[in-house]
């Protein structure tokens, strides 16, 4: 009984050890703190401060960039883009930031303690900063560490003295929307369209410089007239005088306007819609701007490898330090970029959004499989469903006829959008779509259609390092490279330093894809039977196809420009020398083009 009695004793002493550990431990740790951490409500930028408070933004090109803050001031709103971000601001963000980040996190927020020091520095004093400037960024979630950039952007500015910088999320209403009164920033039908606008224009913008510079005969005229046309197109976009159906309407309908809200409403909104997509205005912004950039000389007999760009949304679009100034280092050495619009993430975002509502279905229906005799539980499960697929779809077909559309407006030679269906099967057998973080299954999807169709010689994904969803895609593009055989793929992690690496990697990828192009290019010229001494004589004496909007038509099996532009010349010949014959006939008159 006694041993009993000292064993139970013993049990009970073991647990008040552990019980009085567990307690030790949980106080080190803090886990039993009262004050439980709560997301910093953000300090709101109200309509009242619109006249003094700057919005401060970046991270695109510099052709989105510059339509984005012109949409802004178009808007009413004080408006600056930030620098290019360079290693400077990567390390000043290391510095106020925490450990184990990813370079766009550090360039951004480095980025911009830099601009608000260097304010201050010109003599701006830092509460005045705090009160008139704030910065404006993208917010999301996720697996990846995006979710914690707006979180850590605050931590750094905190770090740098900049504590109370207010950091505004076009996801959020938080600091955008007031408690009370008109929010700062305001989210009106002008400033929608205003921005899609811009967006897409960035995006074309952006694909046709690198289309046309690879192959200028006069070097620096590219950058210097798509300059002036993008210039041009902000002009429009700041200048733009808002439509208001008050205004426009007969002097008879005028009162009807006046008196009825929602009546004057929906003609605000049909004709705001209707002048920034169709406006005489904008048409014109647009006409000018393609006549400007039809004026630059090509030679695109100039054999060059195509470099299809994917990876990591911000590093593939950046153009400076922040991904080792890789498109420059490509021209340099020789090759045509082929870069990514913004337009396909939004594209695969609302995919996405379609595929998931559809998988998620079984389990979000408002019934369980009616019997065929409950018409009404069947007809709430079909519309339950589809409604949701009938908005999104919707959403899908407007924005890509709203880029195509701009495609058309601006010479019609830019690439279109990928379907994101034919994406999504092509890296379904390697990359399930349901895997979520960075660009999904976008970056394998992507490295087989150019691939299997013959848009690229080579494929280059640009990511940041320690990049977790790149990294699932890396290990996953091993099994891709093994089916296709004669596929070049090269996976390169920037950071704000191992430029030179970095760039000899390339240099050795690209030495493949020059040959790839050289034998191309070899085989097409041997296939038409001429030199190409007749085919450069043909092209002297053909104005019209060293014009940058000249459209040449794409076969399938070739990638490269120049081998797609001498089999078209060729074709061309030929049509005028068999055109010559017959009119060489007795009898037979060829009629003169009008």
């Known amino acids: ?182 929010p700062g920033l305001k989210f009106t039908i002008d400033f929608g369209f205003g921005m899609l606008n811009a967006m897409h224009l960035g995006d074309v913008f952006n694909d046709l410089i690198y289309q046309v510079r690879p192959f200028e005969v006069n070097k620096g005229d590219t950058d210097r007239i798509f300059r002036e046309a993008v210039d041009g197109l902000c002009e429009d976009l700041r200048n733009r005088k808002s439509f208001e159906i008050e205004e426009r309407a007969p002097a008879w309908l005028k009162p009807k306007f006046k008196n009825n809200k929602i009546l004057r409403n929906t003609a605000n909104v049909f004709g705001k819609w209707h002048e920034h997509m169709w406006g005489k205005d904008y048409l014109n912004a647009l006409d000018n701007a393609r006549k400007k950039m039809d004026t630059i000389e090509l030679d695109r007999t100039k054999v060059k490898p195509v470099v299809k760009i994917t990876g990591e949304f911000w590093a593939q679009i950046t153009e400076g330090d922040g991904n080792f100034h890789m498109f420059d280092f490509l021209e340099r050495e020789g090759a045509q970029v082929v870069v990514e619009p913004i337009a396909t993430w939004v594209a695969y975002l609302m995919y996405q959004a379609k595929a998931h509502a559809i998988a998620k279905w079984p389990v979000n229906r408002p019934h369980r499989t009616p019997e065929w005799y409950e018409v009404k539980k069947q007809l709430a499960n079909y519309l339950g469903l589809h409604k949701k697929l009938w908005g999104i779809g919707f959403g899908e077909k407007a924005w890509n006829f709203f880029y195509h559309r701009t495609i058309k407006h601006l010479g019609g030679i830019t690439h279109h959008l990928v379907p994101q269906t034919e994406l999504a099967e092509l890296a379904h057998p390697f990359y399930n779509q349901f895997a979520r973080g960075g ?100 092209i002297a004496e053909h ?5 940058p909007f000249y459209h040449v038509p794409h076969r399938e099996g070739v990638a490269g420009t120049a081998a797609q532009f001498i089999l078209h010349v060729s074709e061309r010949m030929d049509k005028s020398t068999r055109l010559w014959k017959r009119s060489r006939v007795p009898g037979i008159t060829i009629p003169k083009a009008a």
């Open 1 to 182: 009984m006694a041993t009993h009695l000292v064993r139970i004793e013993d049990d009970v002493e073991i647990k008040q050890r552990l019980v009085a550990e567990r307690a030790r431990l949980r106080k080190i740790a803090g886990l039993d703190a009262q004050d439980h951490f709560h997301r910093p409500v953000e300090r709101a930028f109200t309509a009242e401060e619109r006249s003094q408070v700057t919005i401060l933004f970046g991270g695109f090109t510099w052709k989105h960039e510059d339509l984005i803050r012109a949409v802004f001031q178009g808007c009413g709103y004080r408006c600056e883009k930030l620098p290019v971000p360079n290693v400077a601001a990567f390390q000043t963000g290391k510095e106020f930031g925490n450990n184990g980040q990813c370079n766009p996190t550090y360039f951004t927020v480095g980025n911009l303690v830099q601009y608000l020091q260097f304010m201050e520095k010109e003599g701006i004093p830092r509460q005045k900063i705090l009160d008139n400037y704030v910065f404006f960024t993208a917010g999301s979630c996720g697996p990846c560490r995006f979710g914690m950039y707006e979180a850590e952007y605050r931590f750094a500015l905190k770090n740098a003295g900049f504590d109370g910088f207010r950091v505004l999320l076009f996801k959020d209403s938080d600091g955008i929307k007031a408690a009370s009164g008109e």
């Open 439 to 538: 660009e999904g299954h976008l970056e394998v999807g992507k490295n087989v259609y150019y691939t299997v169709h013959h848009l690229c010689h080579m494929v280059l994904a640009l990511k940041p390092f320690g990049c977790m969803p790149s990294s699932q895609s890396d290990g996953v593009q091993s099994a891709v490279v093994n089916k296709f055989k004669d596929m070049i793929f090269l996976p390169i992690e920037t950071s704000g330093e191992g430029e030179v690496n970095a760039h000899s990697r390339v240099q050795m990828a690209l030495g493949e894809a020059k040959v790839k192009a050289k034998t191309e290019f070899e085989q097409c010229l041997k296939q038409t039977g001429k030199s190409m001494n007749e085919i450069r004589e043909y």
């Open 543 to 547: 104005p019209e196809l060293r014009r």
